[in-house]
């Protein structure tokens, strides 16, 4: 348990579907992150925000949009995927750095998408 | 971000330590290392970081090369939870948000 919640944990979806994924942290963390894991592929970072305002977009397609309304939750919107985009999202929050580095990365246990 | 070169797996024995390399010669003076570990079906969990010293924590120690071109983690009695894909990162202190970049890791096996 690592305080970060992700929802749905799996989630299949067409490629005219629009769905969400959710993801909520009680910690006190003040920035989010969307990470992306295909099938035998690094992790990859979508985006991340700080204090809400998104401060990293990694050239990510506009098929996901993401939303953070506030510190405790994101949010990765999804419309008109497309199969290769079936993949496990993880969501993770850290400490505002605030000029001391914390060094960790608290990481939900994923969004298993599958795109049909 | 700096680069770092890991074997693509390891295998262990139960109650065995284990050492898990990892090269980053490209590091620049601010950089931390940084190791996670994500185990089958979860996501990744912070194991342990430094920057130039030797750290300890429960989990693991990590043992940095005085020109901190090389690093390694070390697992004193590995278990079969200790099973996972290790991810060696750095990441630059003077950024804004903790921004990690992962590479594919080493897959340790551990043998019972």
């Known amino acids: 348990e690592t305080g970060v919640t992700q929802t749905p944990r799996h989630l299949v979806m067409g490629m005219t579907n629009k769905k969400s994924l959710k993801c909520e942290q009680h910690?006190?963390?003040?920035?989010m992150y969307w990470y992306k894991q295909s099938a035998k592929k690094p992790l990859e970072l979508m985006f991340v925000?700080?204090?809400?305002?998104?401060?990293e977009n990694n050239s990510v397609p506009s098929r996901f949009s993401p939303e953070c309304p506030n510190s405790s939750h994101l949010f990765l919107h999804l419309h008109t995927l497309q199969p290769e985009d079936s993949a496990l999202y993880l969501c993770?929050?850290?400490?505002?750095?605030?000029?001391?580095?914390?060094?960790?990365?608290?990481f939900g246990e994923g969004s298993r998408l599958t795109v049909l | 971000d700096a680069k770092t070169t890991q074997p693509n797996s390891m295998e262990s024995n139960e109650e065995e330590p284990v050492h898990l390399p990892c090269n980053h010669s490209?590091?620049?003076?601010?950089?931390?290392i940084h190791w996670y570990r994500q185990l089958p079906s979860q996501g990744p969990e912070y194991v342990i970081h430094?920057?130039?010293s030797n750290v300890n924590n429960r989990m693991a120690s990590l043992a940095i090369a005085e020109d901190r071109k090389s690093s390694t983690l070390i697992l004193h009695r590995a278990t079969l939870r200790d099973a996972a894909v290790y991810y060696c990162?750095?990441?630059?202190?003077?950024?804004?948000?903790?921004?990690?970049?992962f590479g594919k890791g080493t897959k340790l096996t551990v043998n019972p």
């Open positions: 993770a929050s850290s400490p505002a750095s605030g000029g001391f580095y914390t060094g960790e990365l608290f």
């Open positions: 910690l006190g963390h003040n920035a």
């Open positions: 925000y700080s204090l809400e305002e998104r401060v």
């Open positions: 490209t590091i620049s003076g601010t950089d931390y």
């Open positions: 430094g920057l130039t």
């Open positions: 990162i750095l990441r630059d202190y003077q950024g804004g948000s903790e921004k990690l970049v």
